[in-house]
């Protein structure tokens, strides 16, 4: 059992409460604008609830469309602007792959509209780059292991909202123009990006179509040398981004609507530069020259569609269906002789092959629930549902047609249930469900590939193993339940526990297979993981203080841990892993008009049994930075007033060190950094908005966290972060 979280922490936390400054400005603590509903009022979708949010013992977020195109303009992602707000988010890599980067210690599953958006057979870690915020129009995010959504969310659920239908008749729409500079001005480090959004209604039917171009310029850290490319991983700059997006919908009645949503999304790196390894030893990072790159640059296209339709009064009741298709193609780059895995004596002498991959997935699904007050006793409300998806996933080399990691197709169904009841007019809620999820995957007799090192003088040749495919069957139960007690309007407690479901990243586990013999239909490397998640909380919204504080724990018997390889290749080992943590958050309304200040605070532990031949169920090792976020402290200040608006942000990310049986490398530990961004708009009462973001405003010198805290002796993975970034922009709506 881990011990309790250290005395220290808990007194940084107490004291962050103290200060009236801020972090994560979600939209239930920033104002509203004026066609805008509160934070309680909203329909938080990835709840599969129409309850309002307080109501359910979740601890859950909202980014509204405000405060997301703030954050977009500030860090150039959606993924950045959840992980700069959410301090228990791992700070991202920068790079177009997010291996590594989780909430509370666990993947997030991301979703757009509730349609998966992850590959949980081989995961690439591309799923926080499928649409481009431009056409989000909020996120809501609900932490912690649960199974809400479906398989993927042993972190929490990461949803993503698309714009909604257009409200007034006629045509109505949005632009924007921005461009983005280093802090030298230098002329490969200029970004620019156009969108538009075009939406029209007539009567019962309505239309939205828009499009968006990115262009971004090669990245630069505080000392003005250009940031490593990771060319095996892929890059976000020095590449191009279009996104294509429609929606159609038509209102059936009074209360049914039916929509059809399409989205087209691809990021492709311009592939003119090479990477300069750089030194550890002598903190010179990795840096980037000009060169063509070999092969193919890493990129990401995801193409989606749903048709849906909902209704709010079928026998009393809310009805939500829909059917989804979504498919994915993940190019990711190559080197030479840096990976092992693609070297093959039989092809070409070790160490001049060349090769690279590619992940190809498709996914087909669709949801139904119906929920109502039970009828006679409205204090009790049920949600019946189910889900179905089939997922088809594959790794290939592209460049000699070989089979990396075999066709895998994986089937899931599962019907829920869940209840809601008042007491005493709201003076307490209890809330439960049941998900039975039932999952099936399919892989027939594959031969691994046969790798090979050479280090000038030697070659070794190991893999190249005959494996007897088949199609083990996985079925659980997950239990969730919780308990409210809100004693006054805006002040609640709430315990609940939770449970999540996901595959390993069966992929990684079946590519590395390496002894003969092995039989899918038993293999227990690729059994789910099932993880749980119990909270307590305290939450406080009234008058101008919006305040919570949650500790959480949570464990898995067969937990997934990325181990480095040291050739850049991380393998899946199945331990037991506990994760607790402690957050704190902290808004303050200030008697100023339009100033409102606040702090977020986050401290994660965990650790994992590293007996992987002879597990003995112990946790004896902190897991490290590929697997877990530092603890951060944010603070930052808002101002809107008139037709100004401004934010001053930092995030403080605190050193660790990393212990445990398994003797974790110190040159992992983590020396801690902090960041200050900066972000000033101006709306013009008939010409749209003007804005300026400043990132790392005081061009601080840092190491990223990820790229500190692993792979030591890795001088090509030694990556800065970014230094000194403008941005300036205008939108405009009409």
Not at 52 to 77: E, F, H, R, V, Y
Not at 91 to 117: D, F, M, V, W
Not at 165 to 178: C, D
Not at 584 to 609: C, E, F, M, W
Request: no cysteine; charged share 20%.
């Amino acid at each position: 059992m881990m011990r309790h979280i250290e005395i220290r922490h808990s007194a940084i936390a107490l004291a962050a409460l103290t200060i009236a400054l801020a972090s994560p400005a979600m939209a239930q603590q920033a104002e509203a604008d004026a066609d805008t509903k509160s934070s309680e009022s909203i329909v938080v979708t990835a709840a599969r609830s129409i309850l309002p949010p307080n109501a359910l013992p979740l601890t859950i977020d909202l980014i509204d469309k405000q405060m997301l195109d703030q954050q977009i303009a500030i860090s150039g992602s959606v993924t950045d602007a959840i992980s700069t707000l959410t301090p228990s988010f791992s700070p991202t890599r920068g790079k177009l792959s997010g291996a590594g980067e989780t909430l509370r210690g666990r993947s997030p599953l991301y979703a757009i509209n509730g349609i998966p958006q992850s590959t949980p057979l081989r995961d690439g870690s591309r799923d926080g780059f499928t649409i481009d915020g431009f056409f989000i129009d909020r996120v809501e995010l609900i932490y912690g292991s649960n199974a809400l959504q479906g398989i993927g969310g042993t972190g929490g659920i990461v949803n993503q909202v698309t714009v909604g239908a257009p409200k007034q008749e006629g045509i109505s729409g949005r632009v924007l123009l921005q461009g983005s500079a280093s802090d030298d001005f230098d002329g490969d480090g200029f970004g620019g990006k156009a969108a538009g959004l075009v939406q029209y209604k007539a009567g019962a039917f309505d239309a939205t179509v828009g499009a968006s171009y990115e262009k971004r310029g090669a990245f630069y850290d505080a000392r003005n040398r250009r940031i490593g490319i990771n060319l095996t991983q892929g890059e976000t700059q020095a590449s191009q981004t279009t996104d294509i997006f429609a929606r159609l919908g038509y209102a059936v009645g009074d209360t049914g609507r039916l929509d059809l949503i399409l989205n087209r999304y691809e990021l492709k790196g311009d592939g003119d530069y090479v990477p300069l390894p750089g030194s550890r030893a002598n903190g010179l990072p990795t840096t980037a020259v000009k060169g063509d790159a070999p092969g193919t640059p890493g990129s990401n296209r995801t193409e989606s569609a749903s048709l849906s339709y909902t209704d709010s009064d079928v026998a009393g009741g809310n009805l939500v269906t829909q059917l989804f298709f979504n498919r994915s193609r993940d190019i990711f780059g190559g080197e030479f002789a840096a990976i092992p895995t693609f070297q093959d004596p039989a092809i070409a002498t070790p160490g001049t092959l060349f090769d690279q991959s590619q992940n190809r997935s498709r996914k087909i699904g669709g949801k139904i629930s119906y929920e109502r007050a039970l009828p006679g006793f409205e204090a009790l409300t049920t949600t019946v549902g189910l889900d179905v998806l089939f997922d088809k996933t594959e790794q290939r080399l592209m460049v000699t047609g070989r089979t990396w990691v075999p066709p895998s197709d994986f089937r899931s169904i599962a019907p829920f249930a869940q209840a809601n009841l008042k007491i005493a007019d709201g003076l307490f809620r209890v809330a439960g469900g049941v998900r039975w999820e039932n999952v099936q995957v399919k892989i027939d007799d594959f031969h691994t590939l046969a790798s090979t090192t050479y280090d000038g003088k030697n070659v070794a040749t190991y893999g190249g193993v005959d494996v007897a495919g088949g199609k083990p069957k996985f079925s659980d139960a997950l239990l969730n339940g919780g308990l409210i007690f809100e004693p006054i309007d805006g002040i609640r407690a709430y315990a609940s526990y939770a449970e999540g479901f996901t595959m390993p990243d069966v992929g990684r586990v079946t590519r590395s297979i390496r002894v003969a013999g092995v039989d899918l239909d038993d293999y227990l490397d690729i059994s789910p993981i099932v993880s749980n998640n119990r909270e307590i909380g305290l939450e406080v919204k009234r008058g101008p203080i919006d305040a919570s504080a949650t500790y959480f724990w949570s464990s898995s018997d067969k937990g997934q841990i990325l181990i480095a390889q040291g050739n850049g290749i991380f393998t899946v080992q199945r331990q037991r892993v506990e994760i607790e943590g402690l957050e704190i958050n902290l808004g303050v309304q200030t008697p100023l008009p339009g100033l409102k200040l606040s702090t977020g605070y986050a401290h994660l532990k965990g650790r994992y049994d590293s007996d992987s031949v002879n597990p003995d169920g112990i946790v004896d090792t902190d897991l490290d930075g590929t697997n877990i976020s530092p603890d951060r402290l944010n603070v930052a200040a808002d101002y809107r007033h008139g037709a100004i608006s401004a934010r001053l942000q930092t995030q403080y990310y605190l050193s660790r060190n990393f212990h445990g049986k398994a003797n974790p490398d110190r040159g992992n530990n983590f020396g801690g950094y902090a960041v200050t961004d900066a972000y000033l708009r101006y709306d013009t009462a008939s010409l749209g908005g003007v804005y300026l973001s400043v990132q790392n405003l005081f061009d601080k010198f840092y190491i990223d966290y990820n790229s500190d805290t692993r792979l030591p002796n890795d001088s090509l993975a030694f990556f800065a972060g970014r230094g000194r970034l403008f941005t300036l922009g205008w939108d405009y709506r009409f």
